[in-house]
């Protein structure tokens, strides 16, 4: 009886060690398991964190970073000057999406009435004095040079028998005929027309004369006008709002009889040829060369665009594209590479200035 009791307590305590081993081992497959199932995320975790391979990649060449359309040209925000920023807008010529051609008028502000007024003034004093200066140049008219000479020809008839005269009388006075007081007569009448004779030869002479100072005095009256035109005009265009280049009417701020928005009155570009503004990190600047190759990632479009890389900024600032990602670098420090979209891409991101891009420079 007692050796029944004994061979089953041992079979018992040989089940329980059994049991317990069984346990254990059971746990440490479970823990192998784990590791094993966690090994590859855990790698691809790193991997996205870019740690430090052992041997560089393709891929890792390239670099990325986010960017925005922009017309090749940039665009143009239109505002009055700042002497005329109470005045509000008179007129608007244009509509969002024409396409206008520069120094196009596309509005104009305030008193530009009075301005064009103005204007015309100007010209009309200006051709005035250009006439002043022609006269002057061309001299005195023909009819008053002919007179002028006729003068002279009677002058001199005069003084010539007025000396035939006086000639006469002095054979006569030899013979004693005439009296001396007779003959001092004929003498004063002759005088007086040789004085009348040069008075007349001088008033040819200056009427028919164009004298250099005269000319200086009525040029110097033409650049005045036209310095008082130029200012006229430089007066106008302060109120006028016209197009600085061949552009499209992309965003309209400002309509009138309203003054002009903190944003200016309109902004246009020229979508014939567009960039892409991207902000590659300060970190990976050195490698971005003009000339490289870059993809352009859309979003709404299936396939990526193609550009090249055409400028490197030269100052390095903050990033003005934000990324979604809530937990991305706001605050980091990028340079600003400017990429030109090929030809035939550019109709497909001519409606979408300022959209935010994804851009791959292909650094290799």
Not at 47 to 57: D, I, T, Y
Not at 63 to 69: K, P, Q, S, T
Not at 157 to 183: F, G, M, Q, W
Request: proline share 5%; glycine share 8%; aromatic share 2%.
């Amino acid at each position: 009886m007692l050796g029944s009791v004994l061979f089953v307590m041992r079979n018992a305590l040989s089940l329980s060690l059994r049991s317990r081993w069984l346990k254990i081992a059971l746990g440490v497959a479970v823990v192998v398991g784990l590791g094993l199932g966690l090994g590859l995320p855990l790698q691809r975790l790193l991997a996205e964190k870019r740690l430090p391979a052992a041997g560089p990649s393709k891929a890792a060449l390239n670099i990325g970073c986010l960017g925005r359309v922009q017309p090749a040209t940039r665009v143009r925000r239109l505002a009055p000057p700042t002497s005329l920023s109470a005045d509000r807008l008179t007129a608007l010529n244009v509509s969002e999406g024409d396409r206008v051609e520069p120094d196009q008028l596309l509005g104009w502000f305030g008193d530009r009435e009075v301005r064009m007024a103005g204007v015309h003034q100007a010209e009309a004093d200006l051709a005035s004095a250009e006439a002043r200066l022609e006269q002057v140049k061309a001299g005195a008219k023909k009819g008053v040079i002919a007179a002028a000479e006729a003068q002279v020809v009677r002058a001199r008839a005069a003084e010539a028998n007025a000396l035939r005269e006086l000639d006469r009388l002095e054979k006569l006075a030899h013979e004693k005929v005439i009296s001396p007081s007779e003959i001092d007569t004929r003498r004063s009448a002759w005088e007086v027309a040789v004085a009348e004779r040069q008075a007349a030869e001088h008033t040819l002479t200056s009427v028919a004369e164009v004298r250099p100072v005269d000319v200086r005095v009525a040029e110097a009256g033409v650049a005045s006008a036209r310095a008082t035109l130029e200012y006229a005009r430089a007066t106008l265009s302060l109120g006028e709002l016209r197009a600085p280049v061949v552009g499209t009417v992309l965003k309209i701020h400002t309509w009138p009889g309203e003054r002009p928005a903190p944003e200016g009155v309109l902004e246009i570009g020229n979508l014939d040829a567009l960039h892409i503004v991207a902000e590659v990190y300060e970190t990976d600047v050195m490698r971005v060369r003009c000339g490289q190759n870059a993809r352009i990632l859309v979003s709404g479009l299936p396939d990526p665009l193609r550009g090249e890389v055409v400028e490197v900024g030269w100052e390095i600032g903050r990033k003005d594209v934000l990324s979604t990602d809530p937990i991305a670098d706001i605050d980091a420090r990028v340079v600003e590479v400017r990429v030109r979209v090929n030809a035939q891409d550019t109709p497909k991101l001519a409606r979408l200035t300022h959209m935010q891009v994804q851009v791959v420079i292909e650094a290799n």
